[in-house]
């Protein structure tokens, strides 16, 4: 069965600092694979999504993630951290023959002044 | 143009009641997808519908039912509804039935007393 790990449940860190957030899935073939951000009371916002080609993939509010098949990741990555980052980010598979999306359990980010 | 809209924003409910939620996907878009998310999870696929036909479901109970209209908006029915019901139902509409769903709503709020 497909599945999506993020081992980190809650990560701190300093506005300005990067900010490295982990995802490993588990599928028998190479999954769509997808970022997401969701603030309190909100619904779900795109970051960025990998279907094939270019490895490192690039999206809005300066995010960027690194598919490595070899690791079975999709790690992503901001290289300084705004206090509006602070947020719950999602990472997700889509299955294409079965037509449904598996999410992470999610990061929270904290981020100190 | 307006994003994937959901009502109502949030409801109450008793155990053993029904409930219906309602989702009205992007213009043009003709698959809506939905999600429940509970406290401290990331969403779980429930079911995708392409033009009014059923496209994928998730593992979750025949109490939850869905169906799409010729507008392509749709409703999500729960019966006998359980305390465990209480979540984040999240809508997504795609464009066609292969396209994933990128574009959430911002969710209605159940919670079951």
């Known amino acids: 069965a497909q599945s999506v790990t993020q081992p980190d449940i809650h990560i701190t860190v300093s506005e300005g600092a990067s900010l490295e957030l982990r995802c490993n899935y588990s599928?028998?073939?190479?999954?769509?694979l997808f970022w997401y951000v969701q603030s309190p009371g909100q619904g779900l916002q795109l970051l960025l999504k990998?279907?094939?080609?270019?490895?490192l993939v690039q999206g809005i509010k300066g995010f960027e993630a690194e598919f490595k098949r070899s690791q079975s990741s999709f790690n992503l990555r901001k290289p300084s951290v705004h206090w509006s980052d602070a947020a719950e980010y999602f990472c997700?598979?889509?299955?294409?023959?079965?037509?449904?999306?598996?999410f992470g359990d999610g990061t929270t980010l904290t981020v100190k002044p | 143009d307006a994003g994937v809209t959901q009502s109502p924003t949030h409801l109450i409910k008793t155990r053993g009641q029904h409930v219906t939620l309602r989702c009205s996907p992007i213009?043009?878009?003709?698959?809506v997808s939905w999600y429940q998310q509970v406290l401290g999870q990331g969403p779980q696929f429930i079911f995708q519908?392409?033009?009014?036909?059923?496209?994928g479901r998730g593992n979750f109970p025949d109490r939850f039912s869905a169906r799409q209209f010729p507008n392509y908006s749709s409703e999500l029915n729960v019966n006998a509804l359980l305390l465990g019901d209480s979540a984040l139902y999240l809508c997504?509409?795609?464009?066609?039935?292969?396209?994933?769903?990128?574009?959430f709503g911002d969710g209605t709020r159940l919670s079951i007393l």
């Open positions: 519908y392409y033009e009014k036909e059923e496209r």
């Open positions: 990998y279907f094939s080609g270019d490895t």
């Open positions: 599928y028998g073939a190479t999954p769509y």
């Open positions: 997504a509409s795609s464009l066609g039935g292969a396209d994933v769903p990128q574009h």
């Open positions: 997700a598979a889509y299955n294409t023959n079965a037509g449904k999306s598996t």
């Open positions: 213009s043009g878009h003709k698959s």
